[in-house]
């Protein structure tokens, strides 16, 4: 060993971390055969695969092996870090996911920067013209090569990207976490959009309906906007008993 490596937050921080069965087994092999069999890979030095193995060996005395990549840009060197991170077979859906969605916003900020240096004033003038939005079929095209690479369904890729952005930070942590499902996480994302709508509903017709006072009541209309309430509120029953495991509050507050 020649060089120390040095350890960066952020580098360190794209990689999902190993669960304490599969590091106390990566201690265990390191220390059966007092050798690291795979080298740490370093870029400018820092570690870009193998922060485990370092601390491991480090930590006991044990020799390793480094091997330094050539990568033009620190950029470059975290998308190598996730595209890397998605060869590991221990991987969850939910971190494969992740990893790909991470290398998008580094590819697209770094799209965004190297736009913003080229354009010079162009690109303030620009600002003033109307956004244009990306075609749907190149939204399209960019979903399903996120899905190849991700290695999961489609279904299971959009399900989790619409937890992601709509549900709660609860919910969210709940599925990164591995207490729900991503299916079962999904369906308690539309229960809470039912209840959401129901309850608006339901407060609605509760506010419309005629007092039985009124003079101008329209004996009708009371009728059908007291059936709509009292079936509004038999769904919102329903819906609340189809999500027991909900870990945030999803009652309906009326």
């Not at 075609?135 to 690479?149: A, C, D, L, M």
């Not at 937890?163 to 599925?175: D, M, N, T, Y």
Request: net charge positive.
């Amino acid at each position: 060993m020649s060089i120390l490596p040095k350890v960066d937050p952020e580098f360190k921080s794209l990689i999902p971390p190993l669960t304490m069965e599969e590091r106390s087994q990566l201690e265990q092999n390191i220390l059966s055969s007092r050798k690291c069999y795979d080298p740490i890979i370093l870029w400018d030095g820092f570690i870009i695969d193998g922060h485990n193995r370092f601390e491991i060996c480090f930590r006991h005395g044990i020799e390793f092996q480094v091997k330094e990549m050539t990568l033009p840009s620190r950029e470059a060197a975290m998308v190598w870090i996730l595209e890397n991170q998605l060869s590991r077979r221990n991987l969850t859906e939910v971190a494969r996911i992740e990893i790909v969605l991470l290398k998008e916003e580094l590819l697209r900020e770094k799209a965004r920067r190297n736009q913003s240096l080229a354009g010079g004033d162009k690109t303030r003038a620009g600002a003033l013209l109307p956004k244009v939005s990306k075609p749907e079929n190149e939204r399209i095209n960019v979903q399903n090569s996120q899905v190849t690479e991700a290695g999961v369904g489609k279904g299971t890729f959009i399900r989790y990207t619409q937890i992601k952005k709509h549900g709660s930070p609860e919910l969210l942590a709940s599925v990164q976490s591995g207490e729900l499902k991503i299916g079962t996480a999904h369906r308690i994302l539309e229960i809470n959009k039912k209840l959401r709508i129901a309850n608006k509903m339901y407060k609605h017709t509760a506010n419309v309906i005629p007092s039985k006072t009124s003079k101008a009541i329209n004996q009708q209309i009371h009728d059908k906007l007291t059936g709509l309430s009292a079936l509004l509120k038999e769904l919102i029953a329903k819906l609340e008993e189809g999500a027991p495991d909900d870990p945030v509050n999803n009652q309906s507050n009326i």
